[in-house]
């Protein structure tokens, strides 16, 4: 057990699950739940909780308890992912609340902007919920207003449920379905060999996600420092508003594959949009970019300087095509930016846009923010001024080509 945690009585276990003596009676004798010589463990709530809500749904308790005794279906996998420890304290909800001197206005408005249901104040509170509202109660002791600090877990929450569908989607796909169609005629046996992997496969996730977090949390930590402290060296602190720390915005789009997909059907299309995706962000990543958000067969991304945005749609020009996709565009402009929830707004976001909307297949065109004074190894061939769609002024617009043989 936690400290502090203990196992669930019978009588609880009822309470919050919505079942009968009866039902409880059945469930135990259908294998989904087996007390324990202290009590239940919190696992065996979720996984009640879990049947009562498919048997509303589905014709009853009975169908679903007979499904599970034919081994239609398992709940191995809770045993896998509910680790043991996670257990129900003493405390209830509305207790540990008052502790933590944590309004109830406050910590339903922090849960829904998670994403997760508000629990009964009377409920015994679990234990990480416990250690949450703890972390809680030191936030609201830092200068950071409540919208400011429920934006950044929404953005948190939204990222990680990002995260966790995933893997999950994948292991339903390439591990859980496999199995289940080469055991058609063994379904105890498949789901054995689905929980078996699946409780290899848990700690994997797991330990990857906390480790790419904390990764990325140091990587923008560093990145800030590193701008104070150009700053500090120049005597200018407001150095990371100044015009050398504007980012490049990129927009890129295939061109030609609404027909494409038209063709193809549901299935091709959406491996060829994950493809899309993939060589995006490895080519961003590659050259010290982001890419900001994908816009249906098109994407926004961010570079640093201009050299890393001009080097990066080059090589989308080339290597997209080449990958069998359609034919790529890119658009490039340089400037200052609105930031928000990790996306980015104002002119120099919609003056990319409409540059990229101006390209032609396989072309990259930026204009003249973006390499003012040129690059190595790159050729900017003069375009002119050019008037684009929604943008009050002609643009000075420039084609970028690889120079072959740069280094000789």
């Not at 324990?36 to 009975?62: E, H, I, M, N, P």
């Not at 193809?264 to 490895?282: I, K, Q, S």
Request: aromatic fraction near 6%.
């Amino acid at each position: 057990m936690t400290e502090g945690g203990r196992a669930i009585r019978r009588e609880q276990l009822l309470a919050l699950s919505n079942f009968s003596e009866d039902d409880l009676t059945r469930a135990e004798r259908a294998g989904v739940i087996q007390p324990a010589a202290d009590g239940y463990r919190a696992v065996d709530l979720v996984k009640l909780q879990l049947v009562r809500q498919v048997a509303d749904s589905s014709g009853g308790l009975d169908r679903v308890l007979n499904a599970y005794e034919e081994g239609r279906f398992t709940l191995a996998f809770l045993e896998t992912f509910l680790p043991q420890e996670f257990e129900l304290r003493d405390e209830t909800y509305a207790e540990v609340l008052a502790e933590a001197q944590v309004p109830l206005e406050e910590a339903e408005a922090v849960l829904r902007a998670c994403g997760l249901p508000v629990p009964s104040l009377d409920a015994p509170i679990r234990s990480d919920d416990y250690e949450a509202f703890q972390h809680m109660a030191r936030m609201r002791a830092l200068p950071v207003p409540l919208e400011a600090r429920l934006h950044a877990i929404r953005v948190q929450s939204d990222g990680l449920q990002r995260a966790a569908e995933v893997p999950v989607k994948q292991f339903n796909a390439y591990i859980e379905q496999p199995l289940l169609q080469a055991y058609a005629k063994d379904h105890l046996e498949a789901q054995r060999l689905i929980a078996e992997i699946a409780r290899a496969a848990l700690p994997t996730t797991i330990g990857i996600t906390n480790w790419l977090y904390g990764r990325f949390l140091e990587h923008e930590i560093l990145k800030d420092v590193a701008v104070a402290m150009e700053g500090a060296a120049r005597g200018d602190w407001s150095a990371a508003h100044s015009q050398e720390h504007d980012p490049v915005i990129a927009f890129v789009d295939l061109v030609g594959f609404t027909p494409l997909a038209a063709d193809e059907g549901d299935v091709e299309a959406a491996g060829t949009a994950t493809m899309f995706y993939d060589r995006l962000l490895d080519l961003a990543r590659a050259h010290g970019g982001r890419l900001v958000k994908m816009l249906g067969d098109g994407a926004m991304l961010t570079f640093p300087n201009g050299v890393s945005a001009v080097a990066a749609g080059l090589e989308m020009a080339r290597d997209i095509p080449a990958a069998g996709l359609p034919p790529a565009r890119i658009g490039l402009n340089r400037g200052p930016v609105v930031e928000q929830s990790g996306d980015m707004y104002g002119l120099t976001v919609n003056l990319a846009a409409r540059i990229n909307e101006y390209a032609r297949p396989n072309e990259v065109l930026l204009s003249a923010s973006v390499l003012p004074d040129g690059a190595a190894g790159v050729d900017l061939e003069p375009i002119g001024d050019v008037t684009l769609k929604g943008i009050p002024r002609p643009v000075t617009l420039f084609r970028a080509r690889a120079v072959e043989n740069a280094a000789d």
